[in-house]
Every structure is written in C-alpha cells, then in structure tokens.
C-alpha cells in the first residue's frame, strides 16, 4: 500500500514537498516513480527512481526544478518540487515497480491514491 501526503495550495514560483511512504517489508525491491493527471489529460510522467535510489530520470517539463529521493529505511520517496508554475497543478501519485525504473505507467505494479496540487498564479 501506497500513500502520498504533502500536497496543497501554492503560488507560482513556491514550493511543495509530497511523500510517499509504503507499507511492506520490500520496499527497496521496487522502482519507484511519480505521476501526474491533470483534469482531461493523461497520467504524465515526472521522474522515478531505481531500486537503491542512485539512477534517477526526470520528465522534460520538470527537469531542474524538482528532485526526488527515497530513504529505504523509512520505506519512503519524497519530491521537492521548486519553482511550482501553474501548469504543475495536477493530481500526483506514486508508484511502484517490482522490475526497474520506467517512464511507463502500465508497468508500475502498485499506486497510491493521489494527493492534489494547485498552483495559484
């Protein structure tokens, strides 16, 4: 089981921090990565990390401008996300993936139930 906290209501060029903590004893088995779905969009991809957290990929849009990490003793990932610009906003889940990081959503084998982010301009 997943769950993501740490979203909220922002203003443009603010900061928000969201973690994900896992339920298990296998969390350092999984790949872990975040997505997000804005209304009548699809779920984009915004970075994952691998395993033992020292590879890490970035989407394009937020490249710079957020950082994740992951400390397996707490069964947790975190993302920063700096410099938070409207088109941010969005619904952001985790994920986690039993094989390695990957930029594609089908195959992340378990997912969190979301928090929200919004972000004022």
């Known amino acids: 089981q997943l769950v993501e906290s740490g979203g909220g209501l922002v203003q443009a060029g603010g900061s928000l921090r969201l973690s994900c903590t896992a339920s298990?004893?296998?969390?350092?088995?999984?790949?872990m990565g975040w997505f997000r779905q804005a209304p009548g969009k699809e779920r984009e991809f915004v970075v994952g990390?691998?395993?033992?957290?020292?590879?890490?990929d970035y989407g394009d849009s937020v490249k710079g401008r957020f950082t994740i990490s992951r400390d397996n003793a707490k069964n947790s990932v975190s993302l920063q996300m700096n410099s938070l610009k409207p088109e941010d906003t969005a619904v952001y889940y985790c994920?986690?993936?039993?094989?390695?990081?990957?930029?594609?959503?089908?195959?992340?084998?378990?997912w969190g139930q979301g928090t929200q982010v919004t972000v004022s301009s």
């Open positions: 990390i691998s395993r033992n957290g020292d590879s890490t």
């Open positions: 994920a986690a993936d039993r094989s390695a990081m990957s930029r594609l959503a089908p195959r992340y084998d378990y």
């Open positions: 298990g004893r296998t969390f350092s088995s999984y790949a």
